[in-house]
């Protein structure tokens, strides 16, 4: 299949394979973009780069690489899910993580108070005068009396 280039006019050809992994991966993902790079023959093969890359276009206006492929084909596509699910379990793990933290210390402060509670009614029971005085968590005097 023959394109052309839109900056420069020039054709260049594709194999049908690609162009439509090229095309499935504009549908699927429209966020992300694929650059091609230039061979350059006067690098050893060891030493050039994959000739393709996987962007994502970002909100903040930069584009990241997401991966650098060799050839585009349809196991590609499976990849770039897998990836897609893998940044979800992550995401999921972050904020299941958070909401135990969070629950844990909403437990641990509930946990204090009850403490607090406790001492003072064990202090007031065990007490032999008629009247108990304290001072709350809010440093108001509290007094207690059994009449």
């Known amino acids: 299949?023959?394109?052309y280039d839109t900056l420069s006019g020039v054709p260049v050809y594709m194999e049908e394979d690609v162009f439509r992994v090229v095309k499935e991966i504009q549908?699927?993902?429209?966020?992300?973009s694929i650059k091609y790079?230039?061979?350059?023959?006067?690098?050893?093969?060891?030493l050039r780069?994959?000739?393709?890359i996987i962007v994502e276009n970002c909100l903040d206006g930069v584009e990241r690489i997401v991966k650098r492929v060799w050839q585009l084909n349809s196991t590609l596509i499976d990849e770039l899910y897998m990836m897609r699910n893998?940044?979800?379990?992550?995401?999921?793990?972050a904020i299941?993580?958070?909401?135990?933290a969070v629950k844990k210390e909403k437990q641990t402060a509930f946990d204090e108070k009850?403490?607090?509670a406790k001492d003072v009614v064990k202090h007031v029971l065990k007490s032999p005068k008629t009247s108990y005085t304290f001072r709350n968590a809010e440093g108001e005097l509290v007094k207690v009396t059994d009449g």
């Open 1 to 3: 299949m023959q394109l």
């Open 27 to 32: 549908d699927r993902f429209p966020e992300l």
């Open 37 to 46: 790079l230039e061979d350059d023959p006067r690098k050893p093969i060891s």
């Open 49 to 52: 780069d994959a000739p393709y």
């Open 86 to 93: 893998q940044t979800v379990k992550e995401l999921e793990t």
């Open 96 to 100: 299941d993580k958070a909401n135990a």
């Open 114 to 116: 009850r403490d607090a």
